[in-house]
């Protein structure tokens, strides 16, 4: 029996060597939750007025 060479094969397996390349690095991986540190739910920073900051005109712009 002999291979039928179409472009339907060629896609069928182009598209399945681009899926597997996508999915293999993600099966060698670290899971996700315990790569990342956890984040407190308290934040550390305070929004405060710049004081170098100029103020515009509006014919400026």
């Known amino acids: 029996m002999s291979i039928q060479h ?32 956890t984040v407190s739910t308290q934040a550390n920073f305070s929004i405060r007025p710049d004081t170098r900051s100029v103020s515009r005109s509006g014919d400026v712009l």
């Open 6 to 37: 179409t472009r339907k094969a060629f896609f069928a397996k182009f598209f399945g060597m681009i899926a597997a390349v996508g999915v293999v690095p993600r099966l060698f991986s670290k899971p996700a939750s315990s790569a990342a540190p």
